[in-house]
């Protein structure tokens, strides 16, 4: 009796033992992995917090009150909202704003992908030309915006001589309402084309060589091969372009604007966020500054969602 019983006490006791242990092993590590992840994830979301997060609700409850320039707030509900409905200059400056966007992120997008294209190619000096295109993007634009101030100045400007030297008359770029909004998205166009013609450039990195050469010995020219082969595997590219560039052309620019045009002439360069900045800092209404900037962000908010949808069908299509 005492030789059958003790093996199946040394079997058993030990094997029920061990899977314990192993168990609360493995509860520990992940639990030092939450916590390992925890210290990491915390600068970032304690900054989030502190400068995106609590601004963001601030400014959402600033808009229902009225802010009088002795710092006294009075509740006025959706009265600033029911402002803004009816402000003119408000749906003017939307109205720029939107025709803004529409040329801005077009012109960016197939110029930032021609260079992306080009800078792709093996050519002697191609490393100093994407520095050289990328150097606008990390100059501040206040000093982009005094640079080509003087370069499209009337008299002056390096434009409007080359221009005469030419034999045509030079225009006034900045001074006339036809050509100043066009004048500030070239410049933005030129300043920001560097930045998304790098991230055109990562993607088209990714696109596996081998998909290129099946396509050389089936005979397809340069066409045939981006039509079938790069925009296709582009696309989850191309859509974050096309969301970050969107929400850059909406919520920047506004030193760009201050510095070249000051939102002139006759309003012809005041979009949403100038506006906004010129009621909260120009004439003290930060109250009703901020029921715009509210509905500024839903409006990005709405087009992200979109962008995003339409990313994740792309992705789908792709994987399939």
């Known amino acids: 009796m005492s030789e059958t019983v003790a093996p199946e006490t040394r079997t058993h006791a030990p094997g029920g033992a061990q899977p314990r242990r192993r168990e609360r092993r493995g509860l520990s590590r992940k639990h030092r992995e939450w916590v390992a992840a925890g210290l990491f994830l915390a600068p970032d979301v304690v900054g989030l ?35 803004m ?75 409007n001589r080359a221009l005469r030297s030419l034999g045509m008359e030079g225009e006034s770029w900045l001074g006339d309402p036809k050509f100043a909004l066009f004048s500030v998205i070239a410049v933005m166009v030129w300043v920001m084309m560097g930045y998304y013609m790098i991230i055109f450039l ?49 919520t920047g620019g506004l030193d760009l604007i201050f510095v070249l045009t000051n939102g002139g002439p006759a309003n012809g360069t005041s979009l949403a966020i100038f506006y906004i900045y010129q009621q909260a800092f120009g004439f003290g209404e930060y109250g009703y500054a901020s029921a715009m900037g509210s509905f500024l962000v839903l409006i990005m908010v709405a087009f992200s969602a979109v962008i995003f949808a339409v990313t994740r069908g792309g992705r789908f299509d792709n994987d399939s």
């Open 49 to 83: 917090l502190i400068f995106v997060a609590v601004p963001m609700v601030l400014s959402i409850a600033l808009g229902f009150f009225q802010v009088s320039g002795f710092g006294s707030y009075t509740w006025v509900g959706l009265g600033n909202y029911e402002r």
């Open 85 to 159: 409905m009816n402000d003119p200059l408000f749906w003017d400056s939307m109205r720029i704003t939107g025709l803004y966007v529409v040329v801005l992120v077009p012109v960016l997008f197939c110029v930032s992908l021609g260079l992306g294209l080009l800078i792709k190619q093996k050519l002697p000096g191609m490393a100093v030309y994407r520095t050289a295109l990328f150097l606008p993007y990390v100059i501040s634009l206040v000093v982009v915006g005094l640079l080509w101030k003087f370069m499209l100045d009337d008299q002056v400007g390096v434009v």
């Open 202 to 250: 990562a993607g088209l990195q990714d696109i596996p060589a081998e998909y290129y050469e099946a396509a050389r010995i089936d005979g397809a020219g340069p066409w045939s091969t981006f039509r079938n082969i790069t925009w296709p595997l582009l696309r989850p590219t191309s859509f974050f372009v096309l969301l970050m560039s969107t929400v850059a052309a909406i």
